[in-house]
C-alpha cells in the first residue's frame, strides 16, 4: 500500500517532550507500556494483549501477545528509519486476506529555545477498503469511524506523551 494523498485517511500529531531519538525509541521499544487497548478496535476476539515490535529492521512486525498465550501479527514494518520515520501493515484477525491498513509514523524535531521536543505524526491509511458492513468497521459510514479512530490516536500519543521520559 501506499500512502496515496487521493486516499481517505486519520492524521494525528502531537508534541512529545524528548528529541527524536528518544521519541523513536519510546514509541517502538515501549510500545507495551504505553498502548491502550480499544474494545472498538480490538485486533482480535477476547482479552486484550500486549504489544511488541519483534524482529530486525523492516524485517521487524508489531505482535499481539495475549494472555491466553496466543500470539496475532498485527502487522509488518515496511519502512524501518530510526529515528525519523516507520510505517507498517495493520490488521485485525477479521480482515480477509487482502486487507490491510497502513500506518506511516514521522518523528519530525520541532524543539526550540534549548527544549527538546518531537512532534509525532501518525496516519492511518486504508479504511475505506474495509466495507462499512465489515465487523472491524462495526456498520459505521467512513467519517464516522474515522472520527473515533482519530480520538483513539490522540488518546495513543498523550499516553506516549506523558509515559517518555525524556532522556
Known amino acids: 500500500m501506499s500512502s496515496d494523498p487521493g486516499r481517505s485517511r486519520v492524521l494525528v500529531a ?4 524528548a528529541p527524536p531519538p528518544r521519541a523513536f525509541r519510546a514509541f517502538t521499544e515501549e510500545i507495551g507500556r504505553w498502548w491502550q487497548p480499544n474494545g472498538l ?3 482480535r476476539p477476547g482479552q486484550p494483549g500486549t504489544l511488541r515490535f519483534e524482529g530486525d529492521g523492516e524485517g521487524r512486525y508489531l505482535v499481539e501477545h495475549g494472555e491466553d498465550g496466543e500470539r496475532f501479527e498485527v502487522g509488518r514494518v515496511t519502512v524501518w528509519e530510526p529515528p525519523h520515520r516507520l510505517a507498517l501493515s495493520w490488521r485485525e484477525a477479521s480482515f480477509a486476506p487482502n486487507q490491510q491498513t497502513e500506518v506511516p509514523v514521522r518523528f519530525d524535531d ?3 529555545d ?14 475505506d477498503t474495509i466495507p462499512q458492513a465489515h465487523a ?3 456498520g459505521m459510514e467512513l ?15 498523550r499516553s506516549v506523551a506523558t509515559s517518555v521520559d525524556p532522556r
Open 14 to 17: 502531537l508534541r512529545v517532550p
Open 41 to 43: 478496535f480490538e485486533f
Open 110 to 112: 520541532v524543539g526550540a
Open 114 to 127: 534549548g527544549r527538546a521536543e518531537t512532534r509525532v505524526t501518525v496516519e492511518h491509511f486504508g479504511w
Open 136 to 138: 472491524a468497521r462495526h
Open 143 to 157: 467519517g464516522v469511524f474515522q472520527r473515533r479512530l482519530a480520538e483513539w490516536w490522540q488518546q495513543l500519543l
